[in-house]
């Protein structure tokens, strides 16, 4: 071989070794720059983890914030026009707990008769006795302030919220946590729907005497 042939080759040959170098550096630092991201990446995730989740205050108000869409339906729907919708309403944000009859937490039938007894109108405890009064109505003739009836839980009557015009309701939800207004016109609450109950305005007469009426006015006026 000659002298100019072995030139070509060494030169073939470092031209190779160039090229492997230059690939290797480039995979290396390639990788480093993934380990880095991935480093940064669990870093603030965990810093994120060790924040403590945002909690709302009861200090103040015993309510939660309201949605958006909430906050305009209130203004929209000029509760003012309808008592028993002004003092529902005024419940919007309150806790759900079930069994629970106060502003620390609320269940649908205690939000509901919490609502009449601003008016004067003392109702059975439970969404079942509840169901059981008032004057049927068709889904086609609501008005606001009527008592929606649905089956959710069980087979009888185990959720009931307060009509309040446009296909809407409000009420104590287990699902959403809070007193709330959902649409009546879903899936969910349309095969659910056992009917609808108009409560008297004007006291009802005897409709309303249930035993220990006095303390269940101040009961849920009062808490």
């Not at 009509?163 to 409000?170: A, S, W």
């Not at 207004?181 to 409709?207: E, Q």
Request: charged letters at 25%.
């Amino acid at each position: 071989m000659s002298i100019r042939h072995r030139l070509l080759l060494l030169f073939s040959l470092f031209m190779v070794f160039s090229f492997l170098v230059v690939v290797s550096n480039s995979e290396a630092a390639r990788i480093k720059e993934k380990k880095v991201a991935a480093a940064s990446k669990k870093k603030a995730v965990a810093v994120k983890m060790k924040q403590p989740s945002r909690k709302i205050s009861h200090n103040d108000s015993r309510q939660r914030p309201l949605h958006l869409e909430e906050q305009y339906l209130v203004s929209e729907l000029e509760p003012q026009e309808n008592a028993v919708l002004q003092k529902a309403f005024g419940l919007l944000g309150i806790r759900y707990r079930f069994g629970g009859s106060s502003y620390a937490g609320i269940d649908c039938s205690a939000f509901v008769r919490k609502v009449f007894a601003s008016q004067s109108l003392s109702l059975p405890r439970t969404a079942r006795e509840q169901y059981a009064l008032g004057k049927d109505v068709a889904p086609g003739e609501l008005q606001k302030g009527d008592l929606l009836f649905y089956r959710t839980y069980a087979g009888f009557p185990s959720h009931v919220g307060i009509y309040i015009g446009n296909e809407l309701m409000i009420h104590a939800s287990s699902e959403g946590g809070r007193v709330m207004i959902s649409r009546v016109d879903t899936p969910y609450f349309l095969s659910r729907f056992l009917g609808a109950r108009r409560i008297p305005s004007d006291g009802g007469g005897n409709l309303w005497e249930v035993a220990g009426t006095e303390e269940l006015e101040k009961e849920l006026v009062d808490v």
